[in-house]
């Protein structure tokens, strides 16, 4: 789920360990756009920690992270043409496109697809339940006691849903940013992007909580 594509997943092997050196991790990676002008989406964050901090990404972290890529894209020069660099933070209800993900944030709710329909769809919402054995467990919403296990490599999007739990656990991590860092919160929050509760899964422009462009040409 990190990338959609052939292309998208050779720029994640290039690029996931020049993310690594400077301390994050791609979250997801999308080249986008037609033969002329396209864009590259990388949404990164700093690794998540046992003590709360991590999960994020900052300003001054996207600034980072975007002259690493653009120094390495620009020696091995896999993309033809010219291109737009965006890097973004996942914002709070962000995607999650790795298996740890699920376990990270097992409690809260999430909407997740499927490549295809089992229990009679390919769409679900509930409470994430977390992993067991490679399988994503899912509280199915609306239906008490039910916990359903899909194998990770039968979805094709899942996404946080808004709720206050979430909220409350975005600010519990900033606030322990703040603790462990030093820094000022009034600088390094982040808004959150609350966007439309009821959105459809797999709009790559809207999931980012802000992001940081540079032209780039071949």
């Given at each position: 789920m990190r990338g959609k594509t052939q292309e998208d997943r050779d720029l994640i092997e290039i690029l996931?360990?020049?993310?690594?050196?400077?301390?994050?991790?791609?979250?997801?990676?999308?080249?986008?756009?037609?033969?002329?002008?396209?864009?590259?989406?990388?949404?990164?964050?700093?690794?998540?920690?046992?003590?709360?901090?991590?999960?994020?990404?900052?300003?001054?972290?996207?600034?980072?992270?975007?002259?690493?890529?653009?120094?390495?894209?620009?020696?091995?020069d896999p993309i033809s043409g010219e291109y737009t660099l965006e890097v973004s933070s996942p914002g709070v209800d962000r995607p999650l496109t790795r298996l740890k993900d699920f376990d990270d944030y097992s409690g809260l709710d999430v909407r997740i697809e499927l490549d295809r329909v089992a229990e009679g769809r390919k769409r679900f919402k509930g409470e994430l339940a977390g992993v067991e054995d490679g399988q994503v467990g899912l509280n199915i919403e609306g239906e008490d006691d039910t916990t359903v296990y899909f194998p990770f490599e039968w979805l094709v999007d899942a996404k946080l849903v808004l709720t206050d739990a979430l909220m409350k656990r975005g600010a519990e991590q900033r606030a322990a940013r703040v603790a462990a860092g030093g820094e000022d919160a009034d600088e390094d929050d982040v808004a959150a992007d609350g966007g439309d509760a009821d959105e459809d899964l797999g709009d790559d422009a809207e999931d980012e909580d802000f992001d940081l462009s540079e032209s780039e040409e071949d």
């Open positions: 996931d360990p020049v993310a690594e050196t400077v301390g994050f991790e791609i979250v997801r990676l999308r080249l986008m756009g037609g033969a002329e002008t396209r864009r590259l989406q990388i949404m990164a964050e700093r690794p998540l920690l046992e003590d709360g901090t991590g999960g994020d990404m900052n300003v001054e972290d996207c600034a980072k992270l975007s002259r690493a890529v653009s120094e390495i894209l620009d020696a091995a």
